[in-house]
């Protein structure tokens, strides 16, 4: 499976991105790091890999504004317990805990709430992306480190 993503490139870590923003419970970051390692420009994975978990998330903030029980609890399996978290989270931090989307576990149910509680769509998108570019930026700065270490 994996020379499969890698042989792919980009568009393989655009797909696994968004889909780690969305539906599945997979990481994007080791794909990332993968196709670093073989020498693809930095610059371009990053953006690739951002604007994949961007539009993964931007799908999560528009099933909280317009899906139903159906959507968040079957297709996104976002139980009680996840959502009342991420809310928890959102009204202590409020909108500015967009900017911890990226994160495991709270951050697809964070882009949900931000549906939900209609967050406008500018403010949502900014604070969003800065994360997630963030979280990119530096899983790539660390790996080209690491890589020159080596």
Not at 74 to 84: D, H, I, M, S, T
Not at 117 to 138: E, N
Request: a positive charge; proline letters at 3%; aromatic letters at 14%.
């Amino acid at each position: 499976m994996r020379e499969v993503l890698l042989s792919h490139g980009f568009s393989s870590l655009f797909l696994m991105s968004f889909l780690a923003a969305t539906l599945l419970p997979i990481g994007s970051e080791w794909l990332l790091v993968a196709l670093l390692l073989v020498k693809k420009d930095p610059v371009v994975a990053v953006a690739v890999a951002c604007a994949g978990n961007y539009l993964g998330a931007l799908t999560t903030y528009w099933i909280g504004i317009y899906g139903g029980p159906f959507l968040t609890e079957r297709v996104l399996g976002l139980n009680e317990e996840k959502r009342g978290k991420a809310h928890r989270f959102y009204e202590r931090f409020g909108a500015y805990s967009l900017l911890f989307s990226w994160l495991p576990v709270v951050g697809d149910p964070l882009c949900l709430v931000g549906g939900v509680l209609r967050v406008k769509f500018l403010r949502f998108s900014l604070l969003v992306f800065a994360g997630k570019l963030g979280r990119y930026a530096a899983v790539a700065w660390l790996t080209l480190q690491g890589k020159a270490l080596f």
